[in-house]
């Protein structure tokens, strides 16, 4: 397989519409137009579904039928992979640090991408879900598989609808929020940001029947700290260029559900962007996707979101 500069994006595209959007998007982000891009699709050929139904009526189509059915499928590729090029370089991204890639399908679209992004990526950009309407109904098959498998680069999802880069949400306020917050400095444009919130969950709290009680207490001596580590975390951002009066820190306490507290502040304040870890800094479970990033990319729909790894 052929290397990589640490630093470059893949982009993986199937036809579907939140393909291009993820484009369109990674557009907008101005700290990337010098980096390296490669336009990825796995080209399918004849599908598998279809190869089935030949099989199962005892029949087999000609070689000159699936050679047909293949060079239309390649010629609609090819022209979605000069579009996402058009829309880059659009954008001032540079011509000569766009590549396009089109290979046909071997172990199967989502293997055969994760083979791809070893290749040294530290972003892997996909949509939400792909253009086959039945995989739709599980969060869109290859992209559930790049989530759960692709631990060594960080990700980014785009649904089918248009992104404003309006804002994003932090979580995890300890050696978590640093590592998000060194990937939000690296990745996203701090001019084009409308508005920021560090957030930290603090889940369950609120219920105390003895009001001098240790539990009440200790919740406020977190709250505390954590606002005061995501203070520090604003003077980063400050000192990066961002304006603070962009930049809110939001420290939720007494809350049922973690992901179900970052989603509803996200979508009441109409943020296109969230920023979270692979795992929180509490999550010791051996699944490559922690419990609250994994419901938070379930119920992100219309946002964009980055993984970082």
Known sequence: MEAQNPGKILV?????????????????????????????????????Y?????????????PAASNAWEAGQKVIIEEELENARRILIENDFAEGNITIKLRKKHKGTAQDILEEAMGGYSLVAAGRKGKNRVEELI??????????????????????????????????????????????LEYLPGSAVE?????HVIKGGGRFTDTG????????????????????????????????????????????????????????????????????????????????SGKVVQMSKGAAVFIVR
């Open 12 to 48: 993986a595209l199937d036809g579907s519409p939140s393909a291009l959007q993820v484009v369109r998007y990674l557009g907008g982000l101005t700290p990337l137009k010098n980096r390296g891009v490669v336009l990825f699709s796995v080209f399918e050929g004849v599908p598998d």
């Open 139 to 184: 969060f869109g098959s290859v992209t559930a598989k790049l989530i759960s498998r692709l631990t060594h680069a960080s990700i980014l999802m785009v649904g089918k609808k248009e992104v404003p880069n309006s804002g994003l949400v932090l979580l995890d306020c300890l050696e978590g929020s640093g590592r998000i917050a060194d990937f939000a």
């Open 50 to 62: 279809y190869r089935e139904i030949t099989r199962s009526l005892s029949f087999h189509s000609s």
């Open 195 to 199: 508005e920021i919130t560090l957030m």
């Open 213 to 292: 009680g240790g539990e009440e207490y200790f919740l406020r001596e977190v709250k505390a700290r954590v606002t005061d580590y995501l203070g520090e975390i604003k003077a980063r951002f400050e000192g990066a260029g961002f304006p603070g009066g962009k930049i809110n820190i939001e420290v939720i306490e007494g809350a049922e559900s973690r992901a179900g507290s970052i989603i509803s502040h996200a979508r009441r304040e109409g943020y296109g962007t969230l920023v979270l870890g692979r795992k929180s800094e509490a999550d010791r479970s051996e699944f490559s996707m922690g419990e609250v």
